[in-house]
T-cell receptor, first 109, second 115 residues
C-alpha cells in the first residue's frame, strides 16, 4: 500500500498557484519525498524531490514540514497543460516507487 | 534529456500468444523497471533489474518473465497472454541503486489488449 495520503481531486484557476498537499507521517529518516505527475495516456513524469529542505526547480517548489510528516507541491502559475494526476511518493523497499491514487488536478480557464 | 522508449504504444494480441514488450533507455542507467497500471489499482511493480542479466520479482510477477541481455534494454515477456493481462505497461529506468536518490524516468507506456 502507498505510504502517502493525498486529496482525491483539486481545482485551480489558470495563472494561479496550485498547492497540492501530501501526508507521509510514517516516512523514515533517510527517505526522500518524490513528486511525479501523469498526464492522461502518458507515462509518469518526475517533477521534484527533497529530503528535509525546501526545494525549487523550473517546474515547481516543494515545501517539507520540519517534522517531515507532510509536504506541499507548489506550481506557481498553473496552466491548462498542468492538468494531470499528481503523485506524492516515498521510496519503496525494492527501489520501486509505490504510487498511490494521487490527486487529480484540474486547471480551469 | 533522459529518453526511455517503449517499442509500441498500442498492441492487440490473442489469448495464448507469446508477447514481447521492449524498452530501451539511452542514459546508461543501471536500474530498469516494469510496471502495469490499471484503473483503481495504480501502478504495480512486475519485475526490475539492477544490472545486466540480473532480475528481481516485484509485487505481481506471475505470468511474466523478463530479459536483460544488454544494459540499455529490458524486455517484458508474457509467455501465454491472457485477458487479465490487458493493461497499460510502463517501463522506467534510474541511475542510483540507493532508493533515497531514486529518480525514475518513464516511457510513454504500451497499452496492451488481449482478446
Amino acid at each position: 500500500d502507498a505510504k502517502t495520503t493525498q486529496p482525491t481531486s483539486m481545482d485551480c484557476a489558470e495563472g494561479r498557484a496550485a498547492n497540492l498537499p501530501c501526508n507521509h507521517s510514517t516516512i523514515s529518516g533517510n527517505e526522500y519525498v518524490y513528486w511525479y505527475r501523469q498526464i492522461h495516456s502518458q507515462g509518469p513524469q518526475y517533477i521534484i524531490h527533497g529530503l528535509k529542505n525546501n526545494e525549487t526547480n523550473e517546474m515547481a517548489s516543494l515545501i517539507i514540514t520540519e517534522d517531515r510528516k507532510s509536504s506541499t507541491l507548489i506550481l506557481p502559475h498553473a496552466t491548462l497543460r498542468d492538468t494531470a494526476v499528481y503523485y506524492c511518493i516515498t521510496g519503496g523497499s525494492q527501489g520501486n516507487l509505490i504510487f498511490g491514487k494521487g490527486t487529480k488536478l484540474s486547471v480551469k480557464p | 534529456d533522459v529518453k526511455v522508449t517503449q517499442s509500441s504504444r498500442y498492441l492487440v494480441k490473442r489469448t495464448g500468444e507469446k508477447v514481447f514488450l521492449e524498452c530501451v533507455q539511452d542514459m546508461d542507467h543501471e536500474n530498469m523497471f516494469w510496471y502495469r497500471q490499471d484503473p483503481g489499482l495504480g501502478l504495480r511493480l512486475i519485475y526490475f533489474s539492477y544490472d545486466v542479466k540480473m532480475k528481481e520479482k516485484g509485487d505481481i510477477p506471475e505470468g511474466y518473465s523478463v530479459s536483460r541481455e544488454k544494459k540499455e534494454r529490458f524486455s517484458l515477456i508474457l509467455e501465454s497472454a491472457s485477458t487479465n493481462q490487458t493493461s497499460m505497461y510502463l517501463c522506467a529506468s534510474s541511475f542510483y541503486r540507493d532508493i533515497a536518490k531514486n529518480i525514475q524516468y518513464f516511457g510513454a507506456g504500451t497499452r496492451l489488449s488481449v482478446l
